[in-house]
Nanobody, 124 residues
Framework: EVQLVESGGGLVQAGGSLRLSCAASGFTFDDYAIGWFRQAPGKEREVVSC????????YYGDSVKGRFTISRDNAKNTVYLQMNSLKPEDTAVYYC?????????????????WGQGTQVTVSS
């Protein structure tokens, strides 16, 4: 059974940090790119960051560049999203996705598997 389980969300003050984790199982993790998406109430889901399977190259959405860092540990089948200098506008449910035929997919439609999400709330 394929599973993507996000964790690490919570409530933090503006300027603070959180590290999200995405633990994967049920598929060959090394062969899959991972993308983080987020969705705030009343807004469309947007790409946050992606990391490729082949060379670990990364992509960041404009709103998080310089503040967020994505990384992967293939030995642990886990991807991390380090979020620094958090802003109230970062408040959203964060989802991780796995795609076998994508490098840096900016649409969830490009991915094969999705997690249930973890809530991040940034207070001002």
């Amino acid at each position: 059974e394929v599973q993507l389980v996000e964790s690490g969300g919570g409530l933090v003050q503006a300027g603070g940090s959180l590290r999200l984790s995405c633990a994967a199982s049920g598929f060959t993790f090394d062969d899959y790119a991972i993308g983080w998406f987020r969705q705030a109430p009343g807004k469309e889901r947007e790409v946050v960051s992606c990391i490729s399977s082949s060379d670990g190259s990364t992509y960041y959405g404009d709103s998080v560049k310089g503040r967020f860092t994505i990384s992967r540990d293939n030995a642990k089948n886990t991807v991390y999203l380090q979020m620094n200098s958090l802003k109230p506008e970062d408040t959203a449910v964060y989802y991780c996705n796995a795609g076998g035929k994508v490098v840096h997919g900016t649409s969830q439609l490009e991915y094969d598997y999705w997690g249930q999400g973890t809530q991040v709330t940034v207070s001002s």
